[in-house]
């Protein structure tokens, strides 16, 4: 008579939590000779048990269809995602071992799928989002970090650290998804994002692109004090020091009429400037000589 493999799956499940360590290996080994039956419905009677109320049979169909498909099947993939939010800590581990398969890796589908669980309300289920795109994702993938710029400008101050330290973690020096992006963004309405973009610009820009330093020069006239900040330090960072127009567009900062700009202009020339450079001491000493404001005196000294 036909095996009724629905039934030999449960059966044979509840055996793999027998103390008899050569019970749990035959139990198992009984799964994957059912799954591996050569039945055509083989994939869907397992996968069938993905929502199965015992987290025992989830979690054991997971592992066989890590073993079964052998290519990237999109109708089990929603029945992966549900799974990486299991309320059982064995079941989220056997659907991140199964995403994580060679099929998987560096498909868009996926990575998407995934990468949309970073906007889920609990911290938990973000981590395990985390951890499956570290295998899943390849380095500096197109799709991923595109998906992470667009993350920078979620309104929640929380979810941004997430995007920004995720975004730190997987794109590349000089990714050239990444820097248009944030170009953009350097510019936001929301001084959260802008600070949060400079911050990526930093680390992701590769080290003396122009664009980057421009913007970043053009952010020490930030309104907000915090951008302004990230602005001096990101420049440190970044800009080629002794770079004659960035040293010549930072001192020309020296001369506004905004003391806060002046103060922040003076903290920044000496991170672009190189030592002794004799246009930046001229232009400090300059200011200094005239300065009436007591922070800029200050920091120009």
Known sequence: APLDQVAAIESAALHLISEDHDVRLAAFDALCLIARGGHPMDVGVVSANLAHESAIVRRIALDLLSKLVESADEVLLP???????????????????????????????????????????????????????????????????????????????????????????????????????????????????????????????????????????????????????????ALGDLAARGHPRTVQDVAAKLESWDPDLRCTAAQALPRVALPHDAHALQALAARLARELNEGARVAAF
């Open 79 to 233: 029945l992966y995602i549900a799974n990486l939010q299991d309320g059982d800590v064995a079941v989220r581990a056997a659907a991140a071992r199964a995403l994580t398969t060679t099929p998987w890796v560096g498909h868009p589908a996926a990575v998407l799928a995934v990468a949309d669980l970073l906007w889920h309300d609990e911290d938990w289920v973000r981590q395990v989002a985390l951890r499956v795109l570290r295998t899943l994702a390849e380095p500096s993938n197109e799709v991923l970090v595109a998906e992470l710029c667009r993350g920078l400008e979620d309104t929640r101050h929380d979810l941004r650290n997430i995007f920004l330290r995720a975004l730190l973690e997987f794109a590349q020096c000089g990714d050239g998804v990444a820097k248009p992006r944030l170009l953009v963004l350097s510019t936001s309405r929301d001084p959260g994002v802008r600070r949060m973009a400079l911050q990526a610009m930093r680390q992701v820009a590769a080290h003396g692109d122009e664009d980057c330093v421009a913007a970043l020069v053009a952010r020490l006239e930030d309104r907000d004090v915090g951008v302004r900040r990230t602005a001096v330090e």
